[in-house]
Nanobody, 125 residues
C-alpha cells in the first residue's frame, strides 16, 4: 500500500484548505483511513478518521466543527476539508490506513499500518 498526500500550504488564519490522500496498491474500499498531525516539538496527534464504508467519522475535539473528513472510493482518495484554520493547526499532516481497524485503536497512530509522506500546513496569524 502506498499513500500520497497533497494539498498543504501556507494560509492565513480563517482560511480553508483541502488535503487529499490517494491510496494505491490495495482495495481502498477495505481500508479505514485517518489523518494525524505533528507540530514542531510535539507528538503526533489524531485529527480525524473515517471508516471503510464512509458511514462513520471521528474528530479530535480541537477540529470538530471546522474539519470534515470524507472519502471517494471510486477515486481511492480520502479528503480533509479544513475551514477556519488557526495558527495552532500548523503541523505536518499525515494520512494513514488500516484494513478494518479495531475501534480501540481508531485514535492511535500505532493502530495504522500505512502512512503517507506528510504534507505541511502552515497557518499565519
Amino acid at each position: 500500500v502506498q499513500l500520497q498526500a497533497s494539498g498543504g500550504g501556507l494560509v492565513q488564519a480563517g482560511d480553508s484548505l483541502r488535503l487529499s490522500c490517494a491510496l494505491s496498491g490495495r482495495a481502498f474500499k477495505d481500508y479505514d483511513m485517518a489523518w494525524f498531525r505533528q507540530a514542531p516539538g510535539k507528538e503526533r496527534e489524531f485529527v480525524s478518521a473515517i471508516r471503510w464504508s464512509g458511514g462513520s467519522t471521528y474528530y479530535a475535539d480541537s477540529v470538530k466543527g471546522r474539519f470534515t473528513i470524507s472519502r471517494d472510493n471510486a477515486k481511492n482518495t480520502v479528503y480533509l476539508q479544513m475551514h477556519n484554520l488557526r495558527p495552532e493547526d500548523t503541523a505536518v499532516y499525515y494520512c494513514s490506513a488500516k484494513r478494518w481497524i479495531i475501534a480501540g485503536l481508531l485514535f492511535q497512530d500505532k493502530g495504522y499500518d500505512y502512512w503517507g509522506q506528510g504534507t505541511q500546513v502552515t497557518v499565519s496569524s
